[in-house]
T-cell receptor, first 114, second 112 residues
Framework: GAVVSQHPSRVICKSGTSVKIECRSL??????MFWYRQFPKKSLMLMAT?????????EQGVEKDKFLINHASLTLSTLTVTSAHPEDSSFYIC??????????FGQGTRLTVV | GENVEQHPSTLSVQEGDSAVIKCTYS??????FPWYKQELGKRPQLIID?????GEKKDQRIAVTLNKTAKHFSLHITETQPEDSAVYFC???????????FGKGTRLSVIA
């Protein structure tokens, strides 16, 4: 079964609205989770590192006020895309690393902003 | 920070032939090197990984080699099959809770 579960898998929203994506670690506690974005035919690009109980760390060029990350428990991180625009349409994937070091990925969320 | 380069970007092979994808990394502190297969619209699937304390690892038709001195690692797929067609990504990271840094990907097409 899935070790990391992400929800929803697909979402279509109107420009200007906000979308929340949830990422759950099912088999182990994850003090850190990672959020990636993948545009069509491109690689996975790290957006931010989500830290349980503290602020997320954002990669250069990623707006922290636009991509709100909350990591309130050891098994749940959420990414909220605020005031979404069509250019935010992408495939968003979360990841957590097990104590053994292997990285597990959520199913991904296909966001389409119309 | 870490930078991972991956080549080639596309690769076409005849069914039954071998496929080789190569990656280089920049951070000598990296010690974990996984390879992922990703099908369209799906999450990356780990196919094999190697840690810095070994130079080669094999799992049936798939093998990975690591040269720490040169900072490069390679994926080898033998006896390719049409179902091997997908995008393959290499990645590198330190141990512990650090993110994976991905290569740009290789689109492999196995022609029947």
């Amino acid at each position: 079964g899935a070790v990391v579960s992400q929800h929803p898998s697909r979402v279509i929203c109107k420009s200007g609205t906000s979308v929340k994506i949830e990422c759950r670690s099912l088999d182990f506690q994850a003090t850190t989770m990672f959020w990636y974005r993948q545009f069509p035919k491109k690689s996975l690009m790290l957006m931010a590192t989500s830290n349980e109980g503290s602020k997320a760390t954002y990669e250069q060029g990623v707006e922290k006020d636009k991509f709100l990350i909350n990591h309130a428990s050891l098994t749940l991180s959420t990414l909220t895309v605020t005031s979404a625009h069509p250019e935010d349409s992408s495939f968003y994937i979360c990841s957590a690393r097990s104590p053994g070091g292997e990285a597990f990925f959520g199913q991904g969320t296909r966001l389409t902003v119309v | 920070g870490e930078n991972v380069e991956q080549h080639p970007s596309t690769l076409s092979v005849q069914e039954g032939d071998s496929a080789v994808i190569k990656c280089t990394y920049s951070d000598s502190a990296s010690n974990y090197f996984p390879w992922y297969k990703q099908e369209l619209g799906k999450r990356p699937q780990l196919i094999i990984d190697i840690r810095s304390n070994v130079g080669e690892k094999k799992d049936q038709r798939i093998a990975v080699t690591l040269n720490k001195t040169a900072k490069h690692f390679s994926l080898h797929i033998t006896e390719t099959q049409p179902e091997d067609s997908a995008v393959y990504f290499c990645a590198a990271s330190n141990q512990g809770n650090t993110p994976l840094v991905f290569g740009k990907g290789t689109r492999l097409s196995v022609i029947a």
